[in-house]
């Protein structure tokens, strides 16, 4: 498809994705030059359809990009008024005190706030100033000039046929070209990914590092309600089969958010990370809280946890990767969209500086030095070294020396110096035969849920004619490697079951991509052990519809 002749429009800047981190670009663009033609590609079917985030909002980033939000009336309805740290065992638990937590690790001025409601917020200000922005454009394609650079994207692509031929309400899509294209797709985007391997921008860099995180909202007895607290647990049920922990959040409307994060390194196979969701929520502490309320909304994503040694170089000729494109979240703190947003910030004030100089199509180096030099780059340095603590020496010694370490970094310095990571969260994965099979209790269907139950509260819909967007390098692997070898564990680690081993009686057993169910996560792109799943974007406006996630 990519021979074909195509109309094209031209913009200034081309961003893609109406995330945090894209919508702050926007905005700035104009704040800067109302003149400036900037246009926002986004593929969900509205803004803040697939943003999912805990969340808890450090403001800064606001601040920084629109100091009177108050006043323009941004959806941070509810700040934190109680923070609690819990220590879980299968029926008890332990408070972790906050007096010996480092200073940034206070949530006193943040906000619990639905994501997906800030960026529908942040897209009313980018449009009040002129941007135009479009949801429902997937965008398929890199555009490249003559010279190897970035100048465009493919958007709007419709009708192609299961077997990725044009069928007959076929449309083309258009080329969008910029002097510059920002990629803002979150985490493990398409088009980021293959900017990254294109221009090499991860050699000398850590391997990123992700976790699976998975959300849902509750409405619960107003009687168990407490607006403003925030409590985050570790423990049980993972124990030391994986890293990862939990957040309940109460915001407003006696509405609670409920969610639990596994990262991604774990050894063995046999881990279902929903079902270890499902499962934390019968510990007495959760159960009670929950219990006569009821489930509304379900989603899950992935989350970019390498931090400041994973970041790859983020510029390439003609292009920029913002917010989670890049890896932004401070891992202790549980926070990435304060500085997705600064990151949109700084890629914007370098794009208007180079675009005044006459130039476009370079490499913006200022946005680079910006994000690690600035703001972004002290946040994430000084918490450098949890992660791979966590995963080298356990939860104890992350407790303890990551404490001490961050407390250090406070004051300028690391005894440490800066960890490395190690290997890839695919590489991690032991073959089966070293684990032992996890038995997991069957969902009740009153706290517990199985998956497609809870899949169809992430409101998913995908147009079944279209080619599917999950594509497998070698069709083979699936049954022939990674079934003798780790029991496919794509059957457990899809928190929307796409994947399925389906065993009939006297025949061969087949993988089976249930593609309709995809909530976009892209874990089967990073934990799948052989690396052979390949995340593309659907068809625009396909995927989950989060209401307030």
Known sequence: MSDMTREAME?????????????????????????????????GSEVGAHILSGAVLDPCGLDALIPDWKDKGAPLNTPVSQDNFYMLGEGGKIRVPNWPMPPLMNNHGNYIVSMGNVCRWMAEQAEALGVEIFPGMACSELVY?????????VAGEFGKNPD?????????????????????????????????????????????????????????????????????????????????????????????????????????????????????KHHPMVSDLLKGGKRVAYGARAISEGGYQSMPK??????????????????????????????????AEAAHAAIEAGRGSDELSTYESEVREGAIGKDLKKVRNVKPL???????????????????????????????????????????????????????????????????????????????????KDASVPINVNLPKYDEPAQRYCPAGVYEVVREDGKDPKFVINFQ????????????PSQNINWVTPQGGDGPNYPNM
């Open 11 to 43: 913009y200034d800047v081309v961003i893609v994705g109406a995330g945090p981190a894209g919508l702050s670009a926007a905005i700035r663009l104009k704040q800067l030059d109302p003149a400036r033609e900037v246009v926002v590609l986004e593929k």
């Open 145 to 153: 000039g003559d010279t190897g650079e970035v100048k465009g994207v």
């Open 164 to 280: 990725g031929t044009p069928g007959p309400s076929y449309e083309p899509g258009m080329e969008l070209h910029g002097k510059y294209v920002f990629l803002s797709e979150g985490v493990r985007g398409s088009l980021a990914k293959e900017v990254i391997n294109k221009y090499d921008l991860s050699a000398g860099k850590e391997p990123q590092k992700f976790g699976l995180g998975m959300k849902e909202i509750w409405e619960i007895d107003p009687d168990k309600h407490n607006e403003g607290e925030v409590t985050h647990t570790m423990g049980w049920p993972l124990g030391k089969n994986a890293g990862g922990g939990s957040f309940i959040y109460h915001l407003e409307n006696n509405q609670v958010y409920v969610g639990f994060v596994v990262h991604l390194n774990y050894k063995n196979p046999h881990l279902y990370p929903y079902m270890e969701f499902q499962r934390f």
């Open 314 to 347: 983020m510029v390439a000729p003609g292009v920029a990767l913002l917010g989670c494109s890049v890896g932004m979240v401070n891992v202790p703190r549980i926070k990435g969209n304060h500085n997705a947003m600064l990151s949109g910030k700084a890629a």
């Open 390 to 472: 966590w995963s080298k020496f356990g939860l104890g010694a992350s407790l303890a020396l990551g404490g001490m370490d961050m407390w250090t970094n406070t004051m300028g310095f690391s005894l440490l110096g800066t960890l490395g990571h190690g290997k890839s969260d695919a590489e991690a994965t032991e073959p089966a035969e070293k684990h032992k099979d996890i038995a997991y209790p069957k969902p009740d269907g009153k706290l517990s849920f199985d998956r497609l139950t809870n899949v169809s509260f992430s409101m998913t819909n995908h147009e079944e004619n279209q080619p599917v967007h999950l594509h497998l």
């Open 517 to 528: 169910n995809c909530v976009h996560c892209k874990t089967c792109d990073i934990k799948d």
